[in-house]
T-cell receptor, first 115, second 111 residues
Framework: NAGVTQTPKFQVLKTGQSMTLQCAQDMNHNSMYWYRQDPGMGLRLIYYSASEGTTDKGEVPNGYNVSRLNKREFSLRLESAAPSQTSVYFC??????????????FGPGTRLTVT | EDQVTQSPEALRLQEGESSSLNCSYTVSGLRGLFWYRQDPGKGPEFLFTLYSAGEEKEKERLKATLTKKESFLHITAPKPEDSATYLCASSGYSSASKIIFGSGTRLSIRP
């Protein structure tokens, strides 16, 4: 039981390049999330998917797109990377539905630098 | 608007010196108050969920408590391995499946 996995762990991009961050969970959770974490800013929600087939914007969605590929996988795409997108990106999942299922479980993160 | 505020931003303690971290929250209809631990270079690790005022949960040297406006994470006789950033988050019935995180308290325990 790996929990939430993310690839890659580290990435360096040049301004204007594109890339996709991958996330998968094996806990049969309904909901999945993408956050970014910057010093002094805490965790900010980029996009989330409450259930398979749905996606919604979070607090900071500009410059990003997401795909909920199936119940297990949720990817985050940067179409044209900018230095302001340098950050640590975390994927999380939660069961959803029942009260105890709103606890979120996080992956190890992807450290992205845009030069 | 739902909001979570943590204090202090940073706390340095001597090994064995007990203390508390504070989390103030404003949410319409609390569904859950969560505590996480985050070590440098890693993702947040879930610790506790509290659902209603008066509830308490314990794990080793940590005890989380909840009132109608605040939650406290009490650390009793901490050890250096308790050094980490502790994050508080809340979920309200109006926010669907989203949760709001505070900016965390960086805890450092000196041997």
């Amino acid at each position: 039981n790996a929990g939430v996995t993310q690839t890659p762990k580290f990435q360096v991009l040049k301004t204007g390049q594109s890339m996709t961050l991958q996330c998968a969970q094996d806990m049969n959770h309904n909901s999945m999330y993408w956050y970014r974490q910057d010093p002094g800013m805490g965790l900010r929600l980029i996009y989330y998917s409450a259930s398979e087939g749905t996606t919604d914007k979070g607090e900071v969605p500009n410059g990003y797109n997401v795909s909920r590929l199936n119940k297990r996988e949720f990817s985050l795409r940067l179409e044209s990377a900018a230095p302001s997108q340098t950050s640590v990106y975390f994927c999380a999942s939660s069961g959803g539905g029942q009260a105890s299922s709103y606890e979120q479980y996080f992956g190890p993160g992807t450290r992205l630098t845009v030069t | 608007e739902d909001q979570v505020t943590q204090s202090p931003e940073a706390l340095r303690l001597q090994e064995g010196e007990s203390s508390s971290l504070n989390c103030s929250y404003t949410v319409s209809g609390l569904r859950g108050l969560f505590w996480y631990r985050q070590d440098p270079g890693k993702g947040p690790e879930f610790l506790f969920t509290l659902y209603s005022a008066g509830e308490e949960k314990e794990k080793e040297r940590l005890k989380a408590t909840l009132t109608k406006k605040e939650s406290f994470l009490h650390i009793t006789a901490p050890k250096p391995e308790d050094s980490a950033t502790y994050l508080c988050a809340s979920s309200g019935y109006s926010s669907a499946s989203k949760i709001i995180f505070g900016s965390g308290t960086r805890l450092s325990i000196r041997p």
